[in-house]
Nanobody
Framework: QVQLVESGGGLVQPGGSLRLSCAASGRTVSSYTMGWFRQAPGKEREFVSSIKWEDGMYTSYAGAVKGRFTISRDDAKNTVSLEMNSLKPEDTAVYYC?????????????????WGQGTQVTVSS
């Protein structure tokens, strides 16, 4: 049974920072593509970032978050994190952690076979 549990969401002012974490069980994060997606009210779920190791560490970012967000992995703790800086109101969404087979690039929702329950991030003054 694969389970992903996100944490770290909350309310933050514009320009602030948050660190999201995703704890995995039933699957070793180092052997799979791991990713973060988000869904704002009234919008479809969209790609945020992904990370995988395949003859080197590969990370991908959506254009809207590149340079502000950083994805990382802690193999010892079997967790994936998303450091979010310079947050904007448009970053407000429910953030989901997902896992996909290692062959996946990780930028399409359809590649993922397991998801967490999501954590709310609200950026507002």
């Amino acid at each position: 049974q694969v389970q992903l549990v996100e944490s770290g969401g909350g309310l933050v002012q514009p320009g602030g920072s948050l660190r999201l974490s995703c704890a995995a069980s039933g699957r070793t994060v180092s052997s799979y593509t791991m990713g973060w997606f988000r869904q704002a009210p009234g919008k479809e779920r969209e790609f945020v970032s992904s990370i995988k190791w395949e003859d080197g560490m590969y990370t991908s970012y959506a254009g809207a978050v590149k340079g502000r967000f950083t994805i990382s992995r802690d193999d010892a703790k079997n967790t994936v994190s998303l450091e979010m800086n310079s947050l904007k109101p448009e970053d407000t969404a429910v953030y989901y952690c997902g896992t996909a087979p290692l062959r996946s690039i990780g930028i399409r929702e359809s590649e993922y076979d397991y998801w967490g329950q999501g954590t709310q991030v609200t950026v507002s003054s």
